[in-house]
Nanobody, 130 residues
Framework: QLHLVESGGGLVQTGGSLRLSCAAS????????IGWFRQAPGKEREGVSC????????YYPDAVKGRFTISKDTARNTVYLQMNSLKPEDTAVYYC???????????????????????WGQGTQVTVSS
């Protein structure tokens, strides 16, 4: 069975850190396009960190640049999202997503449209208190 399982969410104070994990089973993350997304109450889901399977390039939106880092442990088939200097506005449910397919070549962004990701985790809650 193919699936992703996230862990590592929780409650943290402003300025604190969390590391989210996304463990894959049934397929390899070695060359997958992987994204971390988040959805806050009343807001659309947004990409916060993505890595390209073809060249390893990463993308971070301005809201998290310099604070979040995506990394991959191929031996553990797990992707991580290290989140530092957390702010209350980072509060959301965080999801990891992956696809092993080559994306539509017309897509020029590292964070792919959500429909391009074949596998999604169940989500993990991150709450940052002020």
């Amino acid at each position: 069975q193919l699936h992703l399982v996230e862990s590592g969410g929780g409650l943290v104070q402003t300025g604190g850190s969390l590391r989210l994990s996304c463990a894959a089973s049934g397929f390899t993350l070695d060359y997958a396009n992987i994204g971390w997304f988040r959805q806050a109450p009343g807001k659309e889901r947004e990409g916060v960190s993505c890595v390209s399977g073809s060249d390893g390039n990463t993308y971070y939106p301005d809201a998290v640049k310099g604070r979040f880092t995506i990394s991959k442990d191929t031996a553990r088939n797990t992707v991580y999202l290290q989140m530092n200097s957390l702010k209350p506005e980072d509060t959301a449910v965080y999801y990891c997503a992956a696809t092993g397919k080559t994306p539509d070549p017309t897509i020029q962004t590292i964070c792919l449209p959500e429909y391009e990701y074949d596998y999604w985790g169940q989500g993990t809650q991150v709450t940052v208190s002020s």
